[in-house]
T-cell receptor, first 114, second 109 residues
Framework: SQTIHQWPATLVQPVGSPLSLECTVEGTSNPNLYWYRQAAGRGLQLLFY??????ISSEVPQNLSASRPQDRQFILSSKKLLLSDSGFYLCACEGWGNMDYGYTFGSGTRLTVV | TQLLEQSPQFLSIQEGENLTVYCNSS?????LQWYRQEPGEGPVLLVT?????EVKKLKRLTFQFGDARKDSSLHITAAQPGDTGLYLCAGSTGNQFYFGTGTSLTVIP
């Protein structure tokens, strides 16, 4: 089964500053990768997904962008953060986990824009 | 947009009680997953159901996929404090997963 590494765990950034969140995957090759954002205690909003190197699909127009420079690396970026970008960001990989087929998630990044 | 509504949104019960969480949609899904998420962590996959009417059991948890593959339920027997968390359902159309609105469960010792 695959493992997702996501960092940093927490981040406090001023409005207008840039952002780079990184996600790497172990245990699989050519995975479908996803970036989600989660409001406190609620469901997940899909931001971007990628089916391969350099292939990015955006679900929600926003202040963010994503890139996939390597097969098992997925990066979420912003040139200038807004207050509304605050949230819990999760990277996910689709495939067979320990129990069943679905998503394996990273441990998340709590972003606070001040 | 594929909308998955979960109910109840919040649930607080005493240890030892039984509970059921529902996940409903007007859309048909090829499969449906259930996840549990603890605060500050990513969701963890509990089960995937793929056949209409399918029932899967995972210890004290019972998952059922509706006959029409539009809805699902999660039943927990004799809830324990370790069951506390946010429960999320997610439906797949084959191209993408759509997540439900979430049910926050608190089991009081």
């Amino acid at each position: 089964s695959q493992t997702i590494h996501q960092w940093p765990a927490t981040l406090v950034q001023p409005v207008g500053s840039p952002l780079s969140l990184e996600c790497t995957v172990e245990g699989t090759s050519n995975p479908n990768l996803y970036w989600y954002r989660q409001a406190a205690g609620r469901g997940l909003q899909l931001l971007f997904y990628s089916v391969g190197i350099g292939q990015i699909s955006s679900e929600v127009p926003q202040n963010l962008s994503a890139s996939r420079p390597q097969d098992r690396q997925f990066i979420l970026s912003s040139k200038k953060l807004l207050l509304s970008d605050s949230g819990f960001y999760l990277c996910a990989c689709e495939g067979w986990g320990n129990m069943d087929y679905g998503y394996t998630f990273g441990s998340g990044t709590r972003l606070t824009v001040v | 947009t594929q909308l998955l509504e979960q109910s109840p949104q919040f649930l607080s019960i005493q240890e030892g009680e039984n509970l059921t969480v529902y996940c409903n949609s007007s859309s048909v899904f090829s499969s449906l997953q259930w996840y549990r998420q603890e605060p500050g962590e990513g969701p963890v996959l509990l089960v995937t159901v793929v056949t209409g009417g399918e029932v899967k059991k995972l210890k004290r948890l019972t998952f059922q996929f509706g006959d029409a593959r539009k809805d699902s339920s999660l039943h927990i027997t004799a809830a324990q404090p370790g069951d506390t968390g946010l429960y999320l359902c997610a439906g797949s159309t084959g191209n993408q997963f759509y997540f439900g609105t979430g049910t926050s469960l608190t089991v009081i010792p």
